[in-house]
């Protein structure tokens, strides 16, 4: 089997990936209606990117080191996310109302166990009208993508060996984007569209179409456009992930679970796959500028820290725009505050393996913070069933 050509660190798709998680910033805020597809494009950039990784060692070794795979994943991201754990459990013991404290305990375990989709989808916690209470509602993506993770490798590790490896996970990534779009059709048409919004098997067509991008077939074709023809599709396919942004009228949207999110993730995968072969190109430079550049960079950790932020923050009562706007300043400027200072003291530290990160010390780090959160987790007080709510039964008895 031919080697996959390494791949440069390529600054547009950082750039790609910090207008999403912009997008995503701006809906939860309520600016946005269509911000939340900026996950789409997430799980697009992580096919994409993971799957590269994992045809490149292929191609390299002839076989995939699976344990190795996961420990890098696990390295990658479980540091942040143990970290945002903690501090919201803390924050929320300290400033949410009871029933806020008391879903966000329970729903602990499930992060933990990086399945919290199911859990949200198996007790009918409807995310477009309860996430609103619930601290880790955003986590329902971080499982998706696990899911994605330790499914995903195996398969490229036995259809992509030997001649014709990278055209039969090309086949097969295509194949699961197609049966994953038929049961977001099937699923989506029920009133409550939590189940096909978070489930792993009616998003995994992102993940997918976004791994069939990485491989040699599409490589080939994208190779054959002209630069200029490349430039001219990657501005018009921006502008139209732009305006789906812009025009999706939230989760009623006609049509969103009948096919607009797959067609929003095969420009995603097409736009990603353009600007992987023509990084340098004139859309190439102005993804990748600065701005969106370093916001891409700081974008896990931004994800992770904005929501319970958004949800503990209090907001002012309602005052037009100018109120509106200011809060968002207030919750953006602090979630960048928390990813910078994340990212810096413990996503870096790790995943550049600094002294106290590996051997024995990364052991030892990992055993005590398990020991704490699982420790925190279980000694802070549960709140009492019902508590902040008011009994309507006993109003006459006052």
């Not at 701006?26 to 996950?39: K, S």
């Not at 989760?251 to 067609?263: I, R, S």
């Not at 960048?336 to 790790?350: F, G, I, R, Y």
């Amino acid at each position: 089997m031919a080697a996959t050509p390494r791949r440069a660190h390529i600054g547009a798709l950082d750039g790609l990936r910090g207008l999403a998680v912009a997008a995503v910033l701006l809906f939860h805020a309520g600016h946005l209606d269509g911000g939340f597809l900026g996950v789409d494009l997430f799980f697009v950039l992580s096919g994409f990117l993971i799957t590269g990784l994992l045809l490149d060692e292929l191609g390299r070794h002839g076989r995939l080191d699976l344990a190795a795979f996961w420990a890098r994943r696990a390295r990658r991201l479980l540091p942040a996310l143990t970290l945002m754990v903690v501090a919201t459990l803390l924050l929320a013991w300290a400033f949410a109302r009871p029933d806020m404290l008391s879903s966000a305990l329970r729903d602990t375990p499930w992060v933990a166990a990086q399945s919290v989709n199911w859990h949200y989808i198996g007790e009918r916690i409807g995310y477009w009208d309860a996430s609103g209470t619930r601290l880790f509602a955003h986590l329902w993506s971080i499982g998706v993508e696990w899911q994605f993770y330790l499914a995903w490798p195996l398969i490229v590790a036995v259809a992509g060996r030997g001649r014709g490896g990278q055209r039969r996970v090309a086949l097969v990534a295509v194949a699961g984007a197609l049966v994953s779009l038929l049961l977001m059709i099937r699923l989506g048409a029920a009133v409550d569209t939590t189940r096909a919004y978070e489930g792993s098997d009616t998003r995994a067509f992102s993940l997918l179409l976004g791994a069939a991008a990485a491989t040699a077939p599409a490589r080939d074709a994208v190779a054959r456009l002209p630069r200029t023809v490349t430039d001219v599709i990657c501005v018009l396919l921006l502008c139209g992930l732009g305006a789906s942004w812009v025009v999706t009228a939230g989760e009623k949207a006609p049509g969103l679970f009948q096919g607009g999110m797959f067609a929003h993730s095969l420009g995603s995968a097409v736009l990603i796959a353009l600007l992987s072969h023509v990084p340098d190109g004139r859309m190439g430079r102005a993804i990748g500028s600065a701005v969106p550049r370093r916001l891409g960079e700081l974008s896990y950790s931004l994800y992770l820290w904005h929501w319970p932020i958004y949800l503990l923050l209090p907001r002012p009562a309602p005052g037009g725009w100018a109120w509106s706007w200011a809060w968002t300043v207030a919750a953006i400027g602090l979630s960048l505050l928390a990813a910078v200072v994340s990212k810096t003291a413990v996503e870096d530290p790790v995943r550049l393996r600094a002294g106290w990160a590996t051997g024995r010390r990364g052991w030892a780090a990992l055993a005590v913070t398990a020991v704490t959160a699982a420790g925190l987790w279980a000694a802070i007080p549960r709140p009492v069933p019902g508590a902040g709510t008011v009994d309507l039964s006993r109003l006459d008895q006052f």
